[in-house]
Protein backbone atom coordinates (compact mmCIF):
# COMPACT_ATOMS: atom_id res chain seq x y z
CA UNK A 1 0.00 0.00 0.00
CA UNK A 2 3.04 2.36 0.90
CA UNK A 3 4.51 1.85 -2.61
CA UNK A 4 1.41 3.14 -4.36
CA UNK A 5 0.49 6.94 -4.69
CA UNK A 6 -1.16 7.63 -1.50
CA UNK A 7 -3.39 5.76 1.54
CA UNK A 8 -6.32 7.39 1.01
CA UNK A 9 -8.12 3.88 1.27
CA UNK A 10 -7.01 3.36 4.80
CA UNK A 11 -8.69 6.43 5.43
CA UNK A 12 -11.52 5.14 4.02
CA UNK A 13 -11.96 2.16 5.82
CA UNK A 14 -10.10 3.00 8.90
CA UNK A 15 -10.38 6.44 9.77
CA UNK A 16 -9.81 5.70 13.73
CA UNK A 17 -6.26 4.50 12.50
CA UNK A 18 -5.87 8.18 11.97
CA UNK A 19 -5.25 9.32 15.57
CA UNK A 20 -2.63 12.32 15.12
CA UNK A 21 -4.83 13.78 11.74
CA UNK A 22 -2.82 13.35 9.05
CA UNK A 23 -4.22 15.62 6.65
CA UNK A 24 -1.88 14.34 3.44
CA UNK A 25 -2.18 11.08 2.83
CA UNK A 26 0.54 10.89 0.67
CA UNK A 27 2.66 7.61 -0.20
CA UNK A 28 6.22 6.46 -1.57
CA UNK A 29 4.54 6.61 -5.08
CA UNK A 30 6.66 3.90 -6.62
CA UNK A 31 3.73 2.74 -8.62
CA UNK A 32 -0.24 4.30 -9.73
CA UNK A 33 -1.91 1.31 -8.16
CA UNK A 34 -4.05 1.49 -5.14
CA UNK A 35 -3.78 -1.81 -3.30
CA UNK A 36 -6.59 -3.28 -0.72
CA UNK A 37 -5.23 -6.25 1.05
CA UNK A 38 -7.74 -9.16 2.80
CA UNK A 39 -10.05 -8.50 0.02
CA UNK A 40 -12.98 -10.76 0.76
CA UNK A 41 -12.17 -10.85 4.33
CA UNK A 42 -15.42 -9.05 6.29
CA UNK A 43 -13.55 -9.69 9.39
CA UNK A 44 -10.98 -7.48 8.57
CA UNK A 45 -12.48 -3.96 8.62
CA UNK A 46 -15.83 -4.87 9.22
CA UNK A 47 -18.94 -2.41 8.59
CA UNK A 48 -22.91 -2.64 7.69
CA UNK A 49 -21.54 -2.36 4.31
CA UNK A 50 -19.92 -5.06 2.43
CA UNK A 51 -15.78 -4.09 1.06
CA UNK A 52 -17.14 -4.16 -2.48
CA UNK A 53 -19.50 -1.49 -1.88
CA UNK A 54 -17.01 0.38 0.29
CA UNK A 55 -14.58 0.21 -2.67
CA UNK A 56 -16.91 1.05 -4.90
CA UNK A 57 -17.84 3.69 -3.38
CA UNK A 58 -14.26 4.87 -2.88
CA UNK A 59 -13.76 4.34 -6.45
CA UNK A 60 -16.24 6.89 -7.00
CA UNK A 61 -15.61 9.42 -5.46
CA UNK A 62 -11.53 9.67 -6.04
CA UNK A 63 -11.97 8.89 -9.86
CA UNK A 64 -9.88 5.72 -9.73
CA UNK A 65 -9.15 2.12 -9.77
CA UNK A 66 -8.23 0.03 -6.21
CA UNK A 67 -6.67 -3.55 -6.94
CA UNK A 68 -8.59 -6.07 -4.84
CA UNK A 69 -6.52 -8.60 -2.91
CA UNK A 70 -7.18 -11.42 -1.22
CA UNK A 71 -4.83 -12.68 1.33
CA UNK A 72 -3.36 -15.38 -1.35
CA UNK A 73 -2.79 -12.32 -4.03
CA UNK A 74 0.26 -10.22 -4.16
CA UNK A 75 0.98 -7.64 -6.55
CA UNK A 76 4.62 -8.44 -8.71
CA UNK A 77 6.22 -5.29 -9.78
CA UNK A 78 9.15 -5.43 -12.31
CA UNK A 79 10.12 -2.14 -13.76
CA UNK A 80 6.64 -0.87 -16.15
CA UNK A 81 5.34 -4.54 -15.51
CA UNK A 82 2.76 -4.48 -12.52
CA UNK A 83 0.31 -7.79 -12.18
CA UNK A 84 -1.42 -9.53 -9.70
CA UNK A 85 -0.24 -13.08 -8.92
CA UNK A 86 -1.61 -15.89 -6.74
CA UNK A 87 0.58 -16.70 -4.09
CA UNK A 88 -1.11 -20.03 -2.99
Do not use: W
Not at 34 to 45: N, Q, V
Not at 68 to 86: M, P, Q, S
Amino acid sequence: MVLGPDIRIVDHFTPHFNQVGMIHLDAIHLNDTIIFPHYGREDKFPDDKSHEQRILEFEAAHHCKVERLTDKEAIYINGDTVRKIYCG
